[in-house]
């Protein structure tokens, strides 16, 4: 994918040119250039400047055509890949749980099956479910996936969602004598004048926060958009934002918790009267070739997942 491409999608999804450029390793100026090329090439704008940066009409049309064009992309070098004979497995799953999950498995993988090539693809689970369905991954960590007559589906766990919020913003909202009591449940109704960061556009937890604000009669204001969860704690350590996540991404909280002075905790606070849960499953497709690898990495891949869903 061309350079302007992979630019422009790091600020559609950040909101921040910022942020893009410190994602991307280059300068604010080089990255300001790429969008202006892309701006100057299709005769229109992809960002509104004023009063907040945000995408245009046409950005939203171009972010949506350029992800597709991403997702060929992978699925081409996917396909080569099949064409060479070494072993290998093609995995997919969220990027935060990946992190969380591979230095734990793979060692231990390693010593068992050392030659075996393992490519990991991110996507949301309705994309992952397309590529398994066609045949380009051969296992998938699915949230809320949709049923199929053509893949089993493993049970790994329920997980609830918490709110999480740093001990800056919350001290500015709340008061400490609460927070105790908060610790072990909290109602969106109570966060309504802090804005968030969340996942932009549609995904099973935005469902789920919706859900839940819905029954509330809440309406939480979104300030940033990210599918990045190590961006989205970052901002909410800096006491601009809260953000909900599930509870295996929590453990993330705790290292950064373990790592920080109290002045910096970051507080972890369960959702109260949870009816909606996000269901964790392992797919594999029906019929496909178990080879002893594949089975040994599925049977590794339950049991750290189990051990690590909340």
């Known amino acids: 994918m061309i350079t302007s491409f992979e630019i422009f999608l790091k600020v559609a999804e950040e909101l921040s040119v910022s942020r893009a450029a410190a994602r991307c390793f280059v300068t604010q100026q080089c990255v300001s250039d790429h969008i202006k090329r892309l701006e100057e090439d299709y005769g229109i704008l992809l960002f509104n400047r004023k009063p907040h940066f945000s995408l245009t009409e046409a ?42 999950i591979l230095p734990e498995l793979l060692p231990v993988y390693n010593e068992i099956f050392p030659d075996v090539e393992i490519s990991f693809v991110m996507h949301e689970t309705r994309v992952l479910e397309q590529m398994m369905l066609k045949g380009d ?22 997980e ?78 800096s006491g601009l934002v809260a953000i909900v996540c599930p509870g295996m991404i929590t453990r993330k909280i705790l290292e950064h918790n ?26 594999t497709l029906k019929k496909s070739d178990e080879s002893d690898y594949k089975i040994r990495f599925i049977d590794l891949l339950k049991e750290y997942m189990k051990k690590n869903i909340n």
């Open 59 to 100: 950005g939203k049309v171009l972010y949506e055509s350029v992800l597709e064009i991403q997702k060929i992309e992978e699925d081409i070098k996917i396909k080569f890949n099949r064409l060479k004979n070494n072993k290998k497995l093609i995995v997919g799953m969220n990027a935060t749980r990946i992190s969380l």
């Open 137 to 158: 991954i051969d296992i998938f960590v699915g949230v809320n996936a949709n049923s199929s007559s053509k893949y089993n589906a493993d049970l790994l766990g329920m």
């Open 160 to 237: 609830k969602i918490n709110i999480i919020i740093s001990s800056k913003l919350f001290k500015k909202n709340f008061n400490l004598k609460d927070l105790e009591k908060m610790k072990k449940g909290v109602n969106f109704s109570e966060f309504r004048n802090i804005s968030f960061a969340r996942e932009p556009g549609w995904s099973r937890i935005n469902d789920l926060i919706d859900f839940y604000s819905k029954r509330e009669d809440v309406h939480l204001k979104s300030l940033y958009y990210t599918r990045d969860y190590d961006t989205q704690i970052a901002l909410c350590s």
């Open 258 to 283: 373990d790592k920080n002075s109290k002045e910096n905790e970051i507080f972890i606070f369960p959702l109260n009267n949870q009816s909606e849960l996000l269901k964790i499953e392992l797919i």
